[in-house]
């Protein structure tokens, strides 16, 4: 190894005034939530779209909630639940991090299903209007991973590497940037330019299927370069824990392109 990329020296607290202290992780999710709820009022403007923005409103609280509560919990249930069998009490300790997508998106897709059976909007549309922004989120979170210097990547020797300070003196790495730039600004870009397109009725459930199916090849390519997480190391067939969780994520995608799909044929002919 002839090169190396020191980490640099990153404050883990974005803001601090007085008692309030709001750390990068935190900052992520505010940042996150927050554009993604003005992108989603402006989304539900263009034509096709029966949600309102008002609506989108309602709906900011309600994934919120998704994402903190399921996120957390899926940390738990996913990756520690020996160690929060034990300690049970540290579960609500949500400011030592700990949170895990996969248990995020069951969250938010939990919220997204309440909002629809309580307004009566389309659940498919709820979730298309929900995946077209969530990318914002995602690159926001890899960010903050990598200013925390958490979820590295395994040992490497391209020019890139980077030290973890918390990770021994091998570069690595930094999968956090690889997960923030295909989960996030990629499929970012790709998820825009199809809901910027004139929105038909059958095509309900396309962009949830491109981002389920995006995000799942995304994460499942980005773990072959990115450390398991040391109490679970790599489990069947040499998977890691991010693919297996992932492999739902892409055939649930498939269904829904194929469903888009079969439904517009008969328009076609």
């Known amino acids: 190894m002839l090169f190396a990329i020191p980490f640099p020296a990153f404050d883990p607290v974005a803001v601090e005034l007085g008692p309030l202290v709001i750390r990068w992780y935190a900052l992520a999710y505010i940042v996150g939530l927050l554009l993604g709820w003005?992108?989603?009022r402006r989304l539900v403007t263009r034509?096709?779209?029966?949600?309102?923005?008002?609506?989108?409103?309602?709906?900011l609280f309600y994934v919120t909630l998704g994402v903190i509560l399921g996120g957390r919990l899926g940390y738990v249930l996913f990756y520690q639940p020996g160690y929060y069998a034990a300690n049970p009490l540290e579960i609500l300790y949500v400011?030592?991090?700990g949170m895990s997508f996969h248990g995020g998106l069951v969250g938010v897709l939990v919220a997204a299903l309440y909002f629809a059976r309580r307004t009566g909007a389309n659940p498919l549309e709820v979730a298309?209007?929900?995946?077209?922004?969530?990318?914002?989120?995602?690159?926001?979170?890899?960010?903050?991973?990598?200013?925390n210097g958490e979820l590295w990547g395994r040992p490497t020797d391209v020019p890139w590497a980077v030290i973890f300070p918390m990770a021994g003196p091998e570069?690595?790495?930094?999968?956090?940037?690889?997960?923030?730039?295909?989960?996030?600004?990629?499929?970012?870009?790709?998820?825009q330019f199809l809901a910027r397109r004139p929105r038909r009725p059958e095509q309900q459930g396309v962009l949830t299927g491109v981002f389920l199916l995006g995000y799942g090849l995304a994460r499942s390519f980005v773990e072959l370069y990115r450390e398991?997480?040391?109490?679970?190391?790599?489990?069947?067939?040499?998977?890691?824990?991010?693919?297996?969780?992932?492999?739902?994520?892409?055939?649930?995608?498939?269904?829904?392109l194929v469903r888009a799909r079969r439904s517009v044929q008969p328009a076609a002919r």
């Open 171 to 191: 570069p690595r790495h930094p999968s956090q940037i690889y997960e923030a730039l295909l989960e996030g600004l990629l499929l970012f870009v790709l998820l």
């Open 95 to 97: 400011w030592r991090g």
């Open 128 to 147: 298309d209007l929900l995946a077209a922004v969530a990318p914002l989120g995602l690159f926001f979170g890899r960010i903050a991973n990598f200013i």
């Open 38 to 40: 003005r992108l989603a």
């Open 228 to 256: 398991p997480d040391p109490q679970l190391g790599y489990l069947w067939g040499g998977l890691t824990m991010g693919q297996i969780l992932s492999i739902p994520l892409v055939l649930a995608g498939l269904y829904l």
């Open 47 to 59: 034509p096709g779209w029966n949600l309102t923005p008002e609506g989108v409103d309602d709906l």
